[in-house]
């Protein structure tokens, strides 16, 4: 089993910045790509940023790219997502997750952990 734990979201004004953080735990030797998805009040949850296990590879929602930027420490077994120029629209709760397959995927159906999220909220 792998148990993350994500930390670091909050309350930030349109234009503002955000960083996640989630810390892996358990058997992380398991662990390959790393993600984060967010889920919105009403709707479904939806992928935001992938990360292949080397951090060579990312791969982003079109709605984020060139906003934010997903890294991961492999020593410390951490994971980040930078935000800046957050939009209301940005407003949900995010998850951190991992599978043990090496391709980043955009269905959540594809990966085997997640985090128990964290709210980020962005006022206009």
């Not at 997903?70 to 940005?90: F, G, T």
């Not at 407003?91 to 397959?101: D, H, I, L, Q």
């Amino acid at each position: 089993q792998v148990q993350l734990v994500e930390s670091g979201g909050g309350l930030v004004q349109a234009g503002g910045s955000l960083r996640l953080s989630c810390a892996a735990s358990g058997r992380t030797a398991s662990i390959s790509v790393m993600g984060w998805f967010r889920q919105a009040s009403g709707k479904e949850r939806e992928f935001v940023a992938g990360i292949s296990p080397s951090g060579t590879n990312t791969r982003y929602a079109d709605s984020v790219k060139g906003r934010f930027t997903i890294s991961r420490d492999n020593a410390k077994n951490l994971v980040y997502l930078q935000m800046n120029s957050l939009k209301p629209e940005d407003t949900a709760v995010y998850y951190c997750t991992t599978r043990t397959t090496s391709i980043i995927n955009v269905r959540s159906e594809s990966y085997d952990y997640w985090g128990q999220g964290t709210q980020v909220t962005v006022s206009s």
